[in-house]
């Protein structure tokens, strides 16, 4: 049986409804040898040409702000707001007439100080004009806005623009397609507008009313013409809106000799914030200690939330003090454009209209050779004159640090710069990044949930849970003695296994004797054991006696080393590493823990 194409028919169907009248007329009016003389039908025309134009001016000049506005508030009043404004398109028209005839009327207050002027007139026209067709374009542009990533806004602001830069430079260039298709909309209505403007404007004639004139003293002959007239000035605008793009800028850019900037070391990094969001609480405090540091935590801790409270873009209380040489400074109340700190949120956030020459020049007062310095340094400099939709994931985020390195930021915040990246790269990011620190003494403090990157890139960590800090410190030390299980699992410590202190305080696995401890028999703990701290040995071979008996039940051969999984009486799994030759699974082992290698703690 052949299959009805549904798509295709309805969209047919539909295309057939609207397209048939236009046709009919063509056919007829082709028929007849033309169209009888209507005069007055060419100032008609221009009468409408030029107060549709001027409308549609002054519904852009005060609509597209509006749609920001309304696209960026949240809360009642904005959602209130948001439906009344499309109020007009659900009046007929000519109860929008009768509306404004009220405000505007000849007896009305403001038509009575204009002196009547604003009714029957070309101004009465485009006031008409105005309140009929402005939704078209608020609505466009309101859900135009609404889909611009809030992160590029963000990331200009830790760029230096305010808010009115942020919103001409960023907002508006993004959003520029849904807002020509509002403006496109809103002309077309204006152009076509009856009913508000026969009860405020009559005269001058515009288009339609002179069309309804015709019809009405001589009937429907005479509407040829103007009808005629009217779809040949809709289908030339629409043409020509299809076709009119503003020319893009094709100039190839030309760098300058680069010119390293010169490395002032990074303050060191002192917060105390916090702040609520949706009814998550933040409240985070940091000491100044290091000039680099690393958040882990996991998922929905409030990680990034601590960025943006560090970078100005969420509005906490308390402080952040930058601690250089000319002593600490107290950057709370500052907005983001004023701090000085560059922001690379989880997404590059890189402008989608601009190539990457403009990209890092973006940042307010970007100094052209600096900028060519950090292209060349991040290997960017022959991709110059590409958007960036023709780069890889990790040219973005090259991209998105040269930018953020261009404007010499004195703290630089990194939210997971490398997530979702392959190997290879990632690991040449993060090394670059490290290479970066240690030449310029930039002070950073990066997030992320990966425990190797945060020693590799960080002097000082914290660890964030719930919202709260759960640990923090000199690196080496956290990673040492992590306060709880949690906290060790945080830091990608294996080997966590839970257990109970037996008679004597002695830490028992099944039958086999751990370690000592000063503990209360019946005291349950969780207890662990670094990997390359375990020595394996098998069954029959030398040094099997002692230690806890297991079964290798997995064996991982890695490039460097060989990661055995061995699982213990209990149903406990231990992993050890070693860079030897590894015994293969089901191979019954024996594993030796030096007792002094064990950190245990007491549940609470
Ligand atoms: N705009 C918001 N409205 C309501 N809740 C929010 C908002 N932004 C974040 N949250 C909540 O705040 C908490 C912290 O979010 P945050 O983005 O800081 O987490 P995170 O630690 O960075 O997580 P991840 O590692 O998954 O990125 C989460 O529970 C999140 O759901």
């Given at each position: 049986?052949?299959?009805?194409p ?7 169907l539909?295309l057939a409804?609207?397209?048939?009248p236009?046709?009919?007329f ?7 040898g033309?169209?009888a003389?209507a ?21 852009g ?5 509006l ?11 904005a ?6 404004v ?18 505007v009327g000849p007896y ?22 105005v ?9 466009a542009?309101?859900?135009?806005f609404?889909?611009v ?5 963000d ?7 305010g808010?009115?830069s942020r ?16 403006l496109?909309?809103a002309?077309?209505?204006a152009f ?11 005269h001058?004639?515009t288009?339609?009313v ?18 005629a ?21 094709r100039?190839q ?10 490395g ?23 000491p ?5 540091l ?6 929905g801790?409030?990680k ?7 970078a ?9 003090t ?40 973006f ?7 600096v ?14 004159d590409?958007?960036?939709?023709q ?13 953020a ?7 630089l915040?990194?939210d ?6 392959d190997?290879?790269?990632?690991d ?9 620190q240690?030449?310029?003494g930039?002070?950073?403090v ?12 960080a ?11 759960r ?8 990673y ?9 699992r945080?830091?990608?410590i ?11 305080g002695?830490l028992?696995?099944g039958?086999a004797?751990?370690?000592d401890t000063?503990?209360p028999?019946g ?39 060989t990661?055995?999984v ?12 070693r ?26």
């Amino acid at each position: 049986m052949n299959r009805i194409p549904v798509l295709p028919v309805l969209a047919g169907l539909l295309l057939a409804y609207l397209l048939v009248p236009i046709v009919a007329f063509a056919v007829r009016l082709a028929g007849s040898g033309g169209a009888a003389a209507a005069p007055g039908v060419g100032a008609a025309l221009v009468t409408s040409l030029v107060t549709a134009t001027i409308a549609t001016v002054v519904i852009g000049v005060l609509g597209v702000p509006l749609g920001y506005l309304l696209a960026r508030r949240r809360g009642r009043v904005a959602a209130a707001l948001g439906v009344l404004v499309q109020l007009p398109l659900a009046l007929p028209p000519l109860i929008s007439g009768v509306l404004l005839v009220y405000l505007v009327g000849p007896y009305a207050p403001l038509g009575a100080l204009t002196g009547g002027r604003l009714t029957d007139t070309r101004i009465g026209i485009v006031l008409a004009q105005v309140f009929v067709a402005a939704p078209f374009l608020v609505v466009a542009a309101r859900s135009a806005f609404a889909a611009v990533d809030p992160a590029l806004t963000d990331v200009a602001a830790t760029l230096g623009h305010g808010r009115l830069s942020r919103f001409v430079r960023v907002a508006l260039p993004v959003a520029g397609g849904g807002i020509r298709a509002g403006l496109l909309l809103a002309w077309l209505r204006a152009f076509g507008e009856f009913g508000a403007t026969v009860i405020l404007a009559y005269h001058p004639y515009t288009l339609p009313v002179f069309t309804y004139v015709q019809f009405g003293s001589t009937g429907l002959p005479a509407t040829v013409l103007p009808v005629a007239v009217a779809l040949l000035a809709a289908l030339t605008v629409l043409v020509a809106a299809d076709h009119l793009r503003l020319p893009r800028r094709r100039r190839q850019a030309v760098l300058p000799a680069p010119v390293r900037p010169n490395g002032r070391p990074g303050p060191l990094i002192g917060f105390d914030l916090t702040a609520t969001v949706g009814g998550f609480g933040l409240a985070v405090a940091h000491p100044p200690g290091a000039r680099t540091l690393a958040i882990l935590g996991p998922s929905g801790a409030g990680k990034s939330m601590t960025l943006r409270a560090l970078a100005g873009l969420l509005p906490a209380a308390g402080r952040v003090t930058l601690t250089g040489d000319g002593g600490p400074e107290r950057l709370a109340g500052l907005d983001p454009e004023h701090r000085e700190i560059g922001y690379l949120p989880q997404d590059p956030a890189l402008l989608p209209q601009l190539t990457v020459w403009r990209q890092v020049l973006f940042g307010v007062g970007a100094d052209p050779a600096v900028a060519a310095y950090w292209l060349d340094r991040l290997g960017l400099a022959d991709l110059a004159d590409r958007r960036p939709d023709q780069l890889s994931g990790g040219q973005r985020r090259r991209v998105a640090l040269a930018r953020a390195l261009t404007r010499r930021p004195r703290l630089l915040l990194l939210d997971e710069p490398f997530a979702g990246l392959d190997t290879p790269v990632r690991d040449e990011l993060r090394h670059e990044l490290r290479a970066l620190q240690r030449d310029t003494g930039m002070a950073t403090v990066l997030v992320t949930h990966d425990p190797d990157e945060a020693a590799l890139l960080a002097d000082e960590v914290l660890l964030l849970s719930a919202g709260t800090v759960r640990q923090q410190g000199r690196q080496e030390e956290v990673y040492a003695h992590p306060c709880d299980p949690r906290a060790a699992r945080l830091l990608g410590i294996r080997n966590l296994t839970a257990g109970t202190v037996g008679p004597g305080g002695v830490l028992r696995c099944g039958a086999a004797a751990v370690c000592d401890t000063d503990l209360p028999a019946g005291t349950d703990v969780t207890w662990c054991v670094r990997p390359d701290q375990i020595t394996l040995s098998t069954m029959d071979g030398a040094g099997a006696a002692g230690g806890l008996a297991g079964r290798v039940v997995d064996v991982v051969r890695l490039a460097a080393f060989t990661e055995t999984v061995i699982e213990l009486p209990t149903g406990d799994r231990l992993t050890a590493t070693r860079t030897g030759p590894a015994p293969e699974p089901a191979t019954p082992v024996r594993l030796a823990i030096p007792p002094d290698a064990v950190t245990l703690w007491p549940s609470r």
